[in-house]
């Protein structure tokens, strides 16, 4: 650069600080919001993929989906198959008859089922009635009766009990008299 004339090198000069700022606007002004805008695409292209995976995963695990619900569908109406339903009186009369008939213990009343909202678990899409039994058998006896009641209708439950002793003759005397109030759960209207 020494050798140049000075009119000369100042022109060299020139044309390179005018090249330098004309890259530099360039750059600043074309090619760095393009840039930004390239890095904006693309997190949001990564967003939508995610999103598009999630959605593909959706749909594969949706025919499962379904066949669990059906599954469950039909576990619920098998475990409502003995709920009680239409006349709650016959149908409570009817079980505790059909019911007591393997078990040693005497029924000696029934009495009227009332209907009522149930009371053990709040926001229940089922209705309860309640109805009281009374009746004769030995403690054993009136255990297992309990025991094969509350197992083979997971929806009743009993409630209250009172147990008393017999004042018969020596054959009753072991004999307990008991009076029951159970719970059970009534099947919603379909």
């Not at 213990?105 to 309860?128: A, E, F, L, R």
Request: include cysteine; hydrophobic fraction near 40%.
């Amino acid at each position: 650069m020494k050798r140049l004339p000075p009119d000369r090198r100042n022109k060299l000069i020139a044309v390179v600080a005018a090249t330098l700022g004309l890259i530099s606007l360039v750059y600043f002004f074309l090619i760095g919001p393009q840039k930004e805008l390239n890095e904006k695409l693309a997190a949001g292209t990564a967003t939508d993929l995610a999103r598009l995976q999630q959605i593909k995963q959706s749909v594969k695990q949706s025919a499962a989906t379904a066949d669990k619900l059906t599954e469950i569908n039909e576990l619920l109406a098998h475990a409502e198959d003995d709920e009680a339903t239409g006349d709650v009186f016959a149908w409570t009369y009817d079980t505790i008859r059909q019911f007591k008939n393997s078990r040693h213990v005497d029924i000696t009343s029934i009495g009227q089922p009332i209907q009522s909202d149930v009371d053990m678990v709040p926001n229940c899409p089922y209705k309860q009635i309640k109805f009281e039994i009374m009746g004769t058998g030995y403690f054993h006896d009136i255990g297992k009766f309990i025991a094969d009641l509350e197992n083979k209708f997971p929806h009743m439950r009993i409630v209250n009990m009172v147990l008393e002793s017999g004042n018969g003759s020596e054959t009753q005397s072991e004999k307990l008299s008991f009076r029951m109030e159970i719970a059970a759960l009534v099947k919603p209207n379909t």
